[in-house]
């Protein structure tokens, strides 16, 4: 069956735009969660859904950085007035529930902020 | 705060030889999980373990637990060049008797298998 899906699959914009990410779990995967790769932090946990809601929006750098899922099935990472230090692989990832084991990561998108 | 710490962080090899990858983490938990990454790729599940003892094998990767030491390792058997890869330790934190999935990752361990 089909895995994750992301959207693009790369990023270049200018420092000060707004950019949306989006993602595509895998169908009937109610959890969702949203993480950031950069080589100076490393791999870092952004956010997590469970079907719409958002029970921990911990990770998220700052309030420039936000997150909707709609229909308990796609997400939107929406990066406002993006910085240079913004720029990452961020990657999705799914599980059928919170509780269960694996999560399916997708190809996630580099951004690359100039 | 839950800290999760890989080593070695570069290992070269030598195809043939065994070696192992260790994962320490700071705060208890009963889920932990490795991931590979080739470069330019995403994260690929290879193991989830989810009690103390336990113990995951697949191919020339075998993965174990101990959640009393807090240590899991992944140890390579007689490496073979297409293994090389980046590999991650990821821990489950666990909130009051709870989990749902925030994983905490190790900084990575790059493999490199010399023929």
């Known amino acids: 069956g089909a895995g994750v899906s992301q959207s693009p699959s790369n990023k270049v914009t200018e420092k000060g735009k707004d950019v949306e990410l989006r993602c595509d779990p895998i169908?009937?995967?109610?959890?969702l969660y949203w993480y950031r790769q950069s080589l100076g932090q490393g791999l870092e946990f952004l956010i997590y859904?469970?079907?719409?809601?958002?029970?921990?929006k911990s990770g998220l750098p700052s309030d420039r950085f936000s997150a909707e899922r709609t229909g308990g099935s796609v997400s939107t990472l929406t990066i406002q007035r993006t910085q240079q230090e913004d720029s990452a692989v961020y990657l999705c990832?799914?599980?059928?529930?919170?509780?269960?084991?694996?999560?399916?990561f997708g190809p996630g998108t580099r951004l690359t902020v100039l | 705060e839950l800290k999760v710490e890989q080593n070695p962080l570069f290992l070269s090899m030598q195809e043939g030889k065994n070696y192992t990858i260790y994962c320490n983490y700071s705060?208890?938990?009963?889920?932990l999980y490795w991931y590979r990454q080739d470069p330019g790729k995403s994260l690929e599940s290879l193991f989830v373990?989810?009690?103390?003892?336990a113990v995951k094998q697949e191919g020339r990767l075998m993965a174990s637990l101990d959640t009393k030491a807090r240590l899991s390792t992944l140890h390579i058997t007689a490496a073979v060049h297409d293994l090389s890869a980046t590999y991650f330790c990821?821990?489950?934190?666990?909130?009051?008797?709870?989990?749902?999935?925030?994983?905490?990752f190790g900084q990575g361990t790059i493999l490199t298998v010399h023929p």
């Open positions: 990832a799914s599980k059928v529930a919170a509780a269960t084991d694996t999560q399916y």
């Open positions: 169908s009937g995967h109610t959890a």
């Open positions: 859904f469970q079907g719409n809601s958002a029970p921990d």
């Open positions: 705060t208890t938990s009963d889920r």
């Open positions: 373990l989810l009690s103390n003892g």
């Open positions: 990821a821990v489950d934190r666990i909130s009051g008797g709870t989990s749902y999935g925030k994983l905490t």
